[in-house]
Nanobody
Framework: VQLQASGGGLVQAGGSLRLSCTAS????????IGWFRQAPGKEREGVSC????????YYADSVRGRFTISTDNAKSTAYLQMNSLSPEDTAVYYC??????????????????????WGQGTQVTVSS
């Protein structure tokens, strides 16, 4: 399984970006996808999760209401729409795949060991 994250870039505060995470070598039917980010000098943190099992989604408090996670099974791709970006959102964003479509809850969405495969990351930089 390979995950390819893309869509990062430089954007001004208040702007938007849409990240993509395309999976290959995997039938994109039963899964959960997590998005994580890591800012310079900080630990990796969970951003969002979506499960194909029950359609559940979960967001970190810091992004809830601004970011939206979605998937397109026909394209084997997950998306993270990011609106109202702020400099605090600057980080490398990673997607991760859980091949078991367990629901995304506050308990398990950002549990690293849940995820089997990780993408290489895409840089998001938000200027003030």
């Amino acid at each position: 399984v390979q995950l390819q994250a893309s869509g990062g870039g430089l954007v001004q505060a208040g702007g938007s970006l849409r990240l993509s995470c395309t999976a290959s070598g995997f039938t994109f039917a039963d899964y959960a996808i997590g998005w994580f980010r890591q800012a310079p000098g900080k630990e990796r943190e969970g951003v969002s999760c979506i499960s194909s099992g029950d359609g559940s989604t979960y967001y970190a408090d810091s992004v809830r209401g601004r970011f939206t996670i979605s998937t397109d099974n026909a394209k084997s791709t997950a998306y993270l729409q990011m609106n109202s970006l702020s400099p605090e959102d600057t980080a490398v964003y990673y997607c991760a795949l859980d091949r078991l479509p367990a629901p995304c809850t506050y308990r398990n969405s950002f549990y690293y060991r849940r995820y089997d495969s990780w993408g290489q990351g895409t840089q998001v930089t938000v200027s003030s």
